[in-house]
């Protein structure tokens, strides 16, 4: 079945920390995708990563894909209280046809002001 | 992207009657799917909405409890059969090109109490 593993749980930082979750898949991704839930919410797509080795960047954010494609991470630099909300890493499983998307358990990040 | 509007957005209802839940899509998706998320925690896919078939279910939920109906490409519906509280939670409709492959739109969302 699925496997798409995501650490840490919660996070809390002072604003002006640096964040990052971090996303493992037991099978190799053909890609990975993150996505952020403000509190009651819907998750909101941020973007997806498809080349081994990838890099992304959105202003404060840094996305990365690993070489083997079975990990991911994701960094903020100098956290807003903005930035508060469920980081989710979503991937299809390998063989998968259907195309089928399975989200990991998310990491809950809060912002102190 | 897609502009997806559920509903209903919450509802109680009492143990052993149905709810079913509308998605409606602005525009013609490919796929679209069904999850639920128990507060703080993850979404879990309950199954993929077919067009014009049945849907495919993920291991664990069943068309019984779970039918879902897609008559054509913009509009799904999930209804919770014989509801048990344990069926409380969000229920979420989705939908994208070639999910797995390009990014998911989200409804809003149903949060769904039973009593």
């Known amino acids: 079945g699925q496997q798409v593993m995501q650490i840490p749980q919660y996070q809390h930082v002072q604003e002006g920390e640096d964040f990052t979750t971090y996303c493992n898949s037991s099978?190799?991704?053909?890609?990975i995708q993150w996505y952020k839930q403000r509190p009651g919410g819907h998750p909101v797509f941020l973007i997806q990563l498809v080349k081994s080795g990838e890099v992304k960047k959105q202003k404060r954010l840094t996305f990365q894909f690993g070489e083997a494609k079975k990990n991911s991470s994701l960094h903020i630099t100098a956290t807003q209280t903005t930035d508060v909300g469920t980081y989710f890493c979503?991937?299809?499983?390998?063989?998968?046809?259907?195309?089928?998307?399975?989200f990991g358990r998310g990491t809950q990040l809060t912002v102190w002001p | 992207s897609a502009v997806i509007s559920q509903k209903p957005s919450r509802d109680i209802c009492q143990r052993g009657t149905s709810l079913t839940i509308q998605c409606q899509v602005d525009s013609q998706v490919t796929m679209m799917f069904w999850y639920r998320q128990q507060p703080g925690q993850s979404l879990t896919l309950i199954a993929t909405a077919n067009q014009g078939s049945e849907a495919t279910y993920e291991s664990g939920f069943v068309i019984d409890k779970f039918p879902i109906s897609r008559p054509n490409l913009t509009f799904s519906t999930l209804t919770v059969s014989n509801m048990s509280p344990e069926d409380s939670s969000i229920y979420l409709c989705?939908?994208?090109?070639?999910?797995?492959?390009?990014?998911?739109?989200f409804g809003n969302g149903t949060r769904l109490t039973v009593t």
């Open positions: 989705s939908a994208g090109d070639s999910p797995g492959q390009s990014p998911l739109h």
């Open positions: 979503a991937g299809p499983t390998g063989g998968s046809t259907l195309g089928r998307l399975y």
């Open positions: 099978t190799t991704l053909s890609n």
